[in-house]
C-alpha cells in the first residue's frame, strides 16, 4: 500500500464505491450495460483496496 494512503482511508475509499453501486442497482429496472459495468467496475475497485488493507496487515503481523 502506498506510504501516502492510510488503511482507513482506503477503507473509507472502498465503501464509497460500494454505496455508489448500490446506488445504481437500486433500481434494475433502469439498469443499462453502461450501469452494469460500472457496478462491476465499483465493485472491482473496493474489492482490491479491502485485499490491498487485508494484505498490508496480514504481512505487518509476520514481521
Known amino acids: 500500500m502506498s506510504e ?25 429496472d433502469a439498469l443499462d450495460d453502461g450501469a452494469r459495468w460500472a457496478i462491476v467496475h465499483l465493485v472491482e475497485m473496493a474489492k482490491a483496496l479491502v485485499d490491498t488493507v487485508v494484505n498490508a496487515q496480514m504481512e505487518n503481523r509476520m514481521e
Open 4 to 28: 501516502d494512503i492510510t488503511s482507513e482511508r482506503a477503507l473509507e475509499g472502498a465503501s464509497t464505491f460500494l454505496g455508489t453501486a448500490a446506488s445504481l442497482g437500486s433500481n434494475s
